[in-house]
Each structure stands twice: as C-alpha cells, then as structure tokens.
C-alpha cells in the first residue's frame, strides 16, 4: 500500500518529466496546445455568455483551470475549461445567489471534489449508470440549444423566461421579430462549421466562422448584435484574484450548488480521461485527477471565473493534433492568455449569432444522439430511467433529475437482483474440460459470473487490457449471467472491439436468454458476425480449436 499511494497520487506531469522529456515532445505538444487554443477562443467566450456572465469569464476559466488541470490532473492529454454542461447550472446560480453566490460555489466545489478525490472516490464513477448520464447530457442539449434562439434569428424580446416551457411560447409570441440580417450571419456561420466538420475536419470550424462573420458584419455595416455591443467593457489579461465573501448564511445558500458542480465536474472529467485513455492506450489516475479538478475549481473561483472540468472535444482534438502529455494543455492555456492580452479588441467584432451557432454546435455534440436512436434497444428499465432523467433535465432541474434518475436506476438495480436471487436452482452442468491446463495454444477463457450491470461493465475491457498481448481466441464464458443491462452491454462491446483490433476472435458460451436478447437488438447476435455463439463450453473448446488452426 505504500507504493500504491504516491503514485495514486502523483500528476502525470511528473510521471511525464522522469520519463524524459525533449525537444520533439515540447514541438509536438506546443503544436497540438496552439490547435487546441484556436478551438477554445471562440467556445470558451460562447459558453461565459451562454451561463449568463460575460466572454471574459470564460477565457480566464480556461486559461486558469485549464493550465491547473493539466499541471496537476491524473491524465495526460486532459484539456480542462469552462463546458456546455455547466451552461445550465451556472446560468440558475447567477439568477439566484448572484454572480458572487456563483464564485463561492465553485470555490466551495473545488474543495469537495479535492476531498473526493483524497478519499479515493474516483473509482465511484463506474457507478454512475450510463442512461442517467445520457438522459442529462441530452437535457442539457436541449436547454442550451434552446437559449441561443433569440440571438441566432435577432429576436426583438426584453427578456427570455429561464423555464422550458414559458421559454418556447415567448419564443412563438415573438417570430415575428425576426431580423434577416442577424439570422443570414448565423446561419451562414453555422453552415461554415458544418461543412468544414465533413471536408476539412482538421481546420478550426469555430473559429473560421466567427472570423468570417466578423468580416462580413464589418465590411458590410450590418445592423447586428456583436460581442462589442453588448459587453463594451471586456477587460485584457487575468483579474486579481480575490476570496470571496464567506459569510454562514451565503454559504448555507450556496452549498447544494457547490455538490452539483462538483459532482458534474468529477463524472465529466473521468469521462474525458477514460475517452482519452481509450485513444491514447494510457491509463489515467481517476483519485489525482479529482484532486487536480479541485485545485482547479479552487483557482478560477479565486480569479473570478467559472466551474472548469475536462472538455471531451478538446481532449479529443488535442491528442489528434499529436499532444500526449500534460504540457500541450499548459500551452493551450498560455496561448489563450495571449490572445486575451493582445486580441480583446478583435473580439469584439464577433457577432453573437455566430457564437449562437457554435453553442447549436456544441448543443448536437452534447445530445447522445446516437444513443438516443438505440433506445429501442435498452431494456424497459434503462429506457425509464434514461426518458424520465432527460425529461426532469429540460422541464424541472438538473440536480432534481440526476437524484430521481440514479435513485430509480439502483432501485432498479436492487429489484433485478431479487429476481435473480429468486431463479437461482437450476441443473448444474458437468464441464471436465473446464482446467485451465487443457486448453489449446493461444486460447484464453474469461468467466463471468453474476448479473453484468453498470457498476462491473468496465472491469471486463481492464482485464483484458492488464493481459498485454491478447491470445489468438477469447472464450467468454456467460453460464452464470442472469442479467445483462445497458452498460453491461456496452462494456462487452468495447471488449469486443478491443479484442477485434488485436486481432483475436470472441466466442460466447451458454449465453442464457435475457442477455442473448439484449446482445442481438445491439448487434452482437449470433447473425451479426462480430462474435461465434457456443451452446456449451466444450462446444466452444472445439469452436477455438478450429479457429487456432485454421489462423496457423
């Protein structure tokens, strides 16, 4: 256990520095950092305006989380900042508790997520269920998407009502207000993203198109609403940082905020590590990532800024640019600090329809929309809880519908297992060909025994990825798998792949009927080719034989 802690707890930044670090990395990573900025400018100054501050607060989220998050997290690509799914919740904070009730939240934030991270809560993410997260993040989508009308057609509106609902009928009352001339900005600016994403994936979408559009409102004289217009006073370079108030009955306010924050920064941060560990083949520390979040959290609250947690697109771009250490996302941060020391002028040149268009953007890449399509393909249970969690999201609140959609996710759970516990006398199958000594050259057997649920999905894809180099045929024996859910089946489907690009073949062994069921609606069927289907282990013996011997 003594060497486990230091290293549990150690950033990646110094795992990175003993490793060695050159000239070529420091290239490769400063690359990757400026890729990485030119994204973030014109997101980070949407998603301040979108929570109800002003671009600035973004831009010094950015730069001072992003920098913090980098330097101090538990992964090595990571790129921290303000997000999307923070829109929702930081835009109610400011409308109640004001903009400093919002800095103490964030501050108070910070310190819970370093004490998660300390008390090892990392790991705990697993447990988050896949359509819990899936329903919010949709809902959130929504929300955003829903914010951005008004400045995307130019609608004449003194104020848009914070509800859903109230939202969409004071939309309809005003259509008629419509100006073409903001309208035609933002869908031409929205139509550059779109076709630069499918043409030109490589080229900064976000920011060719505010560029575009702040060229054309200019040369124009276009009678439009831009960044300048309505925040004259955008100030250059970071504040002073500050503590703010403290005060018993502030912080009693404030304080269910402060969870919520950190509990979307802790799942959206190890969320990100786990995509980037599955593009990189590096493995995060999910406890010191909690730790460099909070620090993080900690510090942009000190200098006035927003909530910050890793942003998946960012990560994203910034290893296909060819960053694989901490320091391309401390060069990010530093080259946003640039452009906010020398280019807040040019800033506010860009119109708001344009950032419209990029939060729209932003907004479809939140929507799960893929995994909205396979609902059909989720059991009952998980579809529920995945409708009422998306639901609760958009119509009443986000801390309501992550309560209500994880309760009812483990009440689920605990009723699914009663059910297994009530079916367990059954004829006990005699397997003389079970030990491990008789199996053929570049086979292995993996057992699963109990219900394949949320909290186990992801153990299936670690155990292999601990054996190295995978074997030439895999045999999932699944005999004792009663229960199969949706992230359960996920879990089986990255191991699948994992293994394909290994190039070993999956045999499945005695699959019994609720998991054969939910294997075929999501494409791993018997008929899918992905995988071979065994009725009994010595079935799949002689299946793994064949197939050793027909690979040599």
Known sequence: MRDVLPIQFTPKLMTVLREGYDMARLRADALAGLTVAIVALPLAMALGIASGASPDKGLVTAVVAGFLISALGGSRTQIGGPTGAFVVVVFNIIAQHGYDGLVLATLMAGAILLVAGYARLGSLIKFIPHPVVTGFTAGIAVIIATTQVKDFLGLRMAEVPADFLPKLAAYAEAIGTIDIATLGVGAGALAIIIVLRRTAPKVPGFLVAVVVAALAVSLLGLPVDTVGSRFPDIPSGLPVPHIPALGLEKVTAVLPAAFTIAFLAGIEALLSAVVADGMTGYRHRSNQELVGQGVANLASALFGGLPATGAIARTATNIRAGGRT??????????????????????????????????????????????????????????????????????????????????????MFMERMSRTVAVTVREVETEDAGQRDDLPPGVEVFRITGPFFFGVASDLVETLRRMGQPPRVIILRMREVPLLDASGVEGIKDFVSMAHRHGAEVIFSNVQPQPAQVLRRNGLGPRSGKVRFAPDYAAALEMASAERAEST
Not at 331 to 337: K, N, T
Not at 355 to 381: C, D, H, K, N, Q
């Open 326 to 411: 901490p320091v391309s996302g401390m060069f990010h941060a530093l080259f946003l600090l640039l452009f906010m020391a020398f280019g807040t002028k040019l800033m506010g040149y860009i119109p708001m329809a344009a950032l419209a268009a990029i939060l729209f953007m932003v907004a479809w890449g939140m929507s799960e929309y893929e995994r909205l399509l396979r609902i059909r393909a989720m059991p009952m249970g998980d579809r529920v809880v995945l409708l009422l969690t998306f639901a609760l999201t958009v119509l009443v609140d986000l801390t309501v519908a992550i309560g209500v959609g994880v309760t009812l996710a483990s009440l």
